[in-house]
């Protein structure tokens, strides 16, 4: 295992958890929303506004195939599962880990989405987003840990049970 891949709707906490879970292994950590941001030199939502979400994904598929990482836990957009490229490229770099939580719960931690730069087409709502999601994440995943009500703590403790043993 050279990485651990981080996936899962909005508001799962892939970054708050890919952050703790790195300083608990000694890796390095990556936010490929972070990287998208960085290369363009555009927040997420300015980048979805100004050139669509079509072209934010291609945008987010080409950073995702560029990296190659060894013992990082890196976290992803939640909408690199509609690259099959991307996601196939994430594979072949390292173990899946789809942070599950409820649709509910998705909607209680998003509050504004108007900022967050979420991939939903217009007229799309947050329930149908997290529907047509739902089957992409599951196809990928390696492992999954529901997450929707427990303490960060407790999710890194079962993350940690559920990897393979790792060699510092």
Known sequence: MKNIIIIGMPGAG????????????????S???LVLQERTGRLLQEVI?????DAFKKIEE?????L???NTVIATGGSVVFSE???EHLKSEGIVLYLRISCDEMIRRLGNITTRGIVLPDGESLPEMY???IPLYERYADITIDCSSDPFE????????????ISK
């Open 31 to 33: 936010d490929t929303d």
């Open 68 to 70: 190659h990482c060894d």
């Open 14 to 29: 892939k970054s708050t958890l890919g952050v703790i879970l790195a300083k608990t292994l000694g890796w390095k950590f």
């Open 154 to 165: 407790k999710v890194i403790s079962r993350v940690l049970d559920k990897l393979p043993k």
């Open 62 to 66: 080409q950073i995702v195939l560029s």
């Open 131 to 133: 529907n047509e999601r």
């Open 85 to 87: 490229r991307a996601m």
């Open 49 to 53: 506004d100004t050139d669509g979400t």
